[in-house]
């Protein structure tokens, strides 16, 4: 349902998230999808800083109290523990609101907040570093900030994260990410054997 609001390197890489950690990963990038519309479309910026605070609102409330009817705080209630990555998130776009001072780092490190949180939400704490490392560089790339990235390595169950940073590093910093037969076949070698 949410698939099609998603980037089309974003729906590719979430074909190689595993059953157990695909919802909770897809509604992750949905809401992050979800933010970057509403940056994007701010026509007033003090409008879109109202509807950004009632997702932060909403995102503190307990799953139960959340209102009934929006799909993605449904999808959300996956989510397990904290929800600071997920503010975290909201942050980051609220730091795109202004379009005289884009803040591209403030975003790249609201993702990386959100990766360590899949991390976590995958019992994989351990590679929380390497998973913020992966979609902070993912977000430095696609908004055109960054040119190139080490190699990372993560577990099987951060795979979508491991084939958007490589997708990314395979690039150079120049988009889109999916430029070809040659991208979606380092996309499946990605996603089958994690490098």
Same mark, same amino acid.
Do not use: C
């Given at each position: !349902?949410?698939?099609?609001? @998603?980037?089309? %390197?974003? =729906?590719?890489? @979430? ?6 950690? +695909? &919802? ?19 026509? %007033? ?12 609102? =909403? ?13 993605? @705080? ?10 600071? &990555? ?9 730091? !795109? ?18 990766? +360590? ?8 704490? %351990? ?27 993560? &577990? ?12 990314? =590093? ?21 996603? !089958?054997?994690?490098?």
């Amino acid at each position: !349902m949410f698939e099609e609001t @998603l980037p089309p %390197e974003v =729906r590719l890489a @979430l074909a190689y998230a595993p059953a157990a950690q +695909r &919802p909770v990963q897809l509604a992750a990038f949905a809401l992050d999808a979800k933010l970057a519309g509403i940056a994007a479309g701010a026509r %007033e910026v003090l409008l879109a800083q109202i509807k950004l605070a009632w997702w932060r609102e =909403r995102l503190a409330e307990e799953p139960a109290a959340r209102p009934q009817g929006e799909p993605l @705080l449904a999808a959300l209630a996956a989510w397990q523990g904290s929800t600071a &990555p997920l503010q975290a998130l909201i942050d980051g776009w609220e730091a !795109m609101l202004d379009p005289d001072a884009l803040d591209l780092q403030a975003l790249a490190e609201a993702r990386a907040a959100l990766g +360590r949180g899949l991390a976590e939400q995958a019992d994989r704490a %351990e590679a929380g570093q390497a998973a913020g490392a992966a979609l902070r560089g993912w977000s430095l790339v696609v908004t055109g900030a960054q040119q190139d990235l080490p190699p990372l390595s993560l &577990p099987r169950e951060l795979r979508a994260l491991a084939v958007l940073h490589g997708l990314a =590093r395979r690039r150079g910093g120049q988009i889109p990410l999916l430029d070809g037969p040659l991208a979606l076949a380092a996309a499946m070698r990605i996603g !089958m054997i994690g490098r």
